[in-house]
């Protein structure tokens, strides 16, 4: 079946560095994906909405100038923490809907930063 | 208010036992989804319901669009159901979260 791959699973990185999570469809066409970050013990928080060929569309509290998303082919989505601070330290985790219909919704494993 | 509200919050079942997890929603939505998040924080969509009522396994999911009320049932209840439920609702392309109902399912 359909599945959404995403990598790293689990990055360590310095204050100050940038960082760069991948989200790729394996055997489907996204043309939108979604960023979510979840805190401990806390729901997944949708943070934009990736649109292959056109800007993100950030949420509502998201600064789109920390958090770049690229989606610059049918089946990749990047998002990339700059200038990461510790309290970026949580978890990330990128969906998409299915090509065909777009009313199932595919995970991927997820990402969890550690900013030191 | 959330746009999602589930309950309850945390459930402790013994192992053979009928869950309920109840979800209610305030949006028009043209979908609604429970997931499941384990605990290495993997997703895994169990059903996308727009209307009725859909069964895979010993999980049913039900939903009311009138009353704006979904439930996710689990029969005879194991262990390995031992997990996050979360509840979404999609409006075009806005998604919507319940906080999540962690159930432990004790043998």
């Known amino acids: 079946g359909a599945v959404v791959s995403q990598h790293p699973s689990r990055v360590i990185c310095k204050s100050g560095t940038s960082v760069k999570i991948e989200c790729r469809s394996l055997?489907?066409?996204?043309?939108?994906m979604f960023w979510y970050r979840q805190f401990p013990k806390q729901s997944l928080m949708l943070m934009a909405t990736?649109?292959?060929?056109?800007?993100?569309?950030?949420e509502q509290g998201v600064e789109k100038d920390k958090f770049l998303i690229n989606h610059a082919s049918l089946t990749l989505s990047t998002l990339t923490v700059t200038s990461a601070h510790p309290e970026d330290s949580s978890f990330y985790i990128c969906s998409a809907p299915d090509g065909s219909s777009g009313n199932t919704i595919y995970f991927g494993e997820g990402s969890w930063l550690t900013v030191v | 208010k959330n746009e999602v509200e589930q309950s309850p919050q945390n459930l402790t079942a013994q192992e053979g036992e009928f869950i309920t997890i109840n979800c209610s929603y305030s949006v028009g939505i043209s979908a609604l989804h429970w997931l499941q998040q384990h605990p290495g924080g993997g997703i895994v969509s169990l059903f996308m319901?727009?209307?009725g009522k859909k069964k895979h396994g010993r999980l049913i999911a039900t939903i009311n669009i009138q009353e704006k009320h979904s439930s996710l049932h689990i029969t005879a209840s194991h262990p390995r159901d031992s997990a996050v439920y979360i509840c979404a609702v999609r409006r075009g392309n806005q998604f919507y979260f319940g906080t999540g109902t962690s159930l432990t399912v004790i043998p």
């Open positions: 319901l727009s209307s």
């Open positions: 990736s649109n292959e060929g056109s800007k993100a569309t950030y």
């Open positions: 055997d489907f066409q996204a043309t939108t």
